[in-house]
């Protein structure tokens, strides 16, 4: 899994894979094979390229020895490959590390290796070329990514650092590697690649040699995502950082609104409340206090710069920041959405624990709206009458697992944006969830922050959470803080807190009588 990260002179990944990124050809040029080492199909061909015709050659699949790995003929190739895998190998045979790598770095790369023609190049053709060029020297790459199959029973690894959205450098995966070890959308899949042959346009997948990181065996004992128990949430996120006792926001989440993983959270917030900056100290604690917990931030209809923000801010192995920004179509939105959800649901069916921090689910409404077909039946405000089942279903995949793995979905909702429609996909929201936190303009005006109204957020079943005693003392909290407006309540909570270093301390120093 890949760390999504910002760095310098780069734009947001939305930016960086836009209209003129090709669309996949729909029909493979040959027959599929059914082989014991899983040889891919000829990827789907286009019009013959001169310049690639001439580079291009091709590499003859590795055989499987004993264990299941790869066996090349050669010893001293067998460590070579084996050192690719691990990341020690030659830079640049690692497709993931060439896309992790800033344009600045790889412009730098193309002007070592001598390669040709780079200039005005986008980030993937420039990938694509350094990669053909590496395999010219070695005759060996590796690469992974996130499976999407199209329609005609092939598909593509989709790199997240693209936003799962169709580039020249994704690799083509055959209808016959599917079928074999029964693949569905959303898995990771890694392996030996080799470059595009003559007439082919695509990198293409040799050999399957890991799925979602494990043994491609597994696959035949994962259970579907639909036919695993759903629980309520009984253990819990902390949010609370010991290292950081000034970090008020979290702790007053971690009184008001517990959440456990499963947990499907709605954030309801005005425009202008820190709602942003609210999910992004929510991943970092997440992060921190949680070495299991795989977290992706998925931004729908944000400004660039907001993107850049939360790339660099939301950092490390287990984390993605995955956007498609307002200026994007509302097709790329639903396809980005669809493929984060399609992830995260395979990786609970191997038993993980992940967080989707969605922002907003007002604005992936509005896209389905845009894009489904339209019935006839109208809403108040515009709303299709079926426009909203497969927002519902996004975030209705939010679950606690029996036996293990669950999914935990925390989504803005916006409302008081003067749009007829945002009230209407709001009012079909509420109540679908079991927790929400609401924001209230009226702190913010007063620059009182965590902008939350404590008496109307909270968390159903939240004594699954809490420990008894902390539950006792959060019940007379709440009774106190109830006969207060939001803002003296928030006062008064934030300047308890401050005397403290940690909720329980604070808990433990209120006067019961």
């Known amino acids: 899994m890949s760390e999504s990260t910002g760095r310098r002179g780069r734009r947001p990944k939305s930016q960086s894979a836009k209209e003129d990124a090709p669309k996949e050809d729909k029909t493979p040029t040959a027959k599929e094979e059914d082989s014991n080492v899983a040889v891919s199909d000829p990827p789907p061909a286009k019009a013959r390229s001169r310049e690639r015709s001439k580079e291009s050659r091709s590499t003859t699949p590795p055989a499987e020895n004993g ?46 290796e001598n390669i040709e023609e ?66 569905k959308t959303g898995v990771t ?44 949430p009984e253990q819990r996120l902390q949010l609370e950082l010991p290292s950081e006792p000034t970090e008020i926001n979290m702790r007053v989440i971690d009184m008001v609104t517990p959440i456990g993983m499963g947990q499907r959270g709605l954030i309801v917030a005005p425009p202008r409340t820190g709602k942003t900056v609210l999910l992004q100290k929510m991943a970092n604690s997440i992060l921190v206090n949680h070495n299991d917990v795989y977290v992706i931030v998925l931004l729908i209809d944000e400004r660039p710069e907001e993107v850049t923000e939360m790339e660099r801010t939301v950092k490390g192995p287990r984390a993605e920041v995955i956007s ?8 790329r939105h639903v396809q980005v ?17 992940v967080v989707i921090l969605l922002d907003s689910i007002t604005r992936l409404a509005r896209a389905y709206n845009t894009e489904i077909p ?7 405000g515009g709303v299709d009458a079926n426009a909203l089942h497969k927002p519902k279903r ?54 009182i922050w965590p902008a939350i109204d404590v008496n109307r957020s909270g968390t159903r079943r939240e004594e ?50």
Not at 409 to 427: K, N, P, Q, Y
Not at 477 to 499: G, K
Not at 502 to 510: I, Q, R
Request: proline share 4%; hydrophobic share 40%.
């Open 464 to 513: 699954l959470l809490l420990d008894p005693e902390e539950l006792k003392r959060i019940w007379i909290l709440r009774r106190v803080l109830n006969d207060m407006n939001p803002v003296e309540a928030m006062e008064l909570l934030t300047s308890r807190l401050r005397r403290t270093k940690t909720n329980p301390e604070f808990l433990m120093s209120m006067n019961l009588s």
């Open 394 to 447: 996004f975030f209705g995949a939010a679950r606690n697992i029996q036996g293990g793995g669950s999914l935990t979905i925390l989504a803005t909702a916006l409302i008081d944006t003067g749009s007829r429609m945002d009230e209407v996909i709001f009012e079909e929201f509420k109540g679908t969830g079991n927790m929400e936190l609401h924001l209230d303009r009226r702190l913010v005006e007063k620059r």
């Open 324 to 331: 498609s920004t307002f200026d994007e179509p509302a097709s």
């Open 337 to 353: 959405s669809e493929m984060v959800i399609e992830k995260a649901k395979r990786m609970v069916e191997f038993g993980h624990d």
């Open 118 to 183: 780079y200039a005005g190049l986008k980030k993937q053709d420039l990938i694509f070329k350094i990669l053909k060029e590496r395999v010219k020297q070695n005759g060996l790459m590796y690469g992974e990514g996130t499976l999407e199959i199209l329609p005609d029973g092939f598909g593509f690894l989709r790199s997240p650092d693209y936003n799962y959205l169709p580039c020249p450098d994704d690799i083509y995966i055959s209808p016959s590697q599917i079928r074999r070890f029964g693949l």
């Open 67 to 112: 264990d299941g790995e790869v066996a090349f003929a050669d010893l001293d190739t067998n460590k070579r490959y084996e050192a690719i895998k691990r990341g020690g190998g030659q830079l640049g045979t690692h497709l993931a590390e060439l896309q992790h790598m800033s344009m600045a770095d790889l412009l730098l790369l193309a002007q070592q």
């Open 374 to 380: 339209h019935s006839g039946k109208i809403l108040s």
């Open 189 to 232: 899949v890694s392996g030996q690649i080799r470059p595009p042959k003559e007439n082919e346009r695509y990198f293409a997948l040799l050999r399957v040699e890991a799925i979602n990181f494990e043994d491609p065996d597994k696959m035949g004992n994962m259970i579907s995502f639909d036919d695993l128990t759903p629980l309520h």
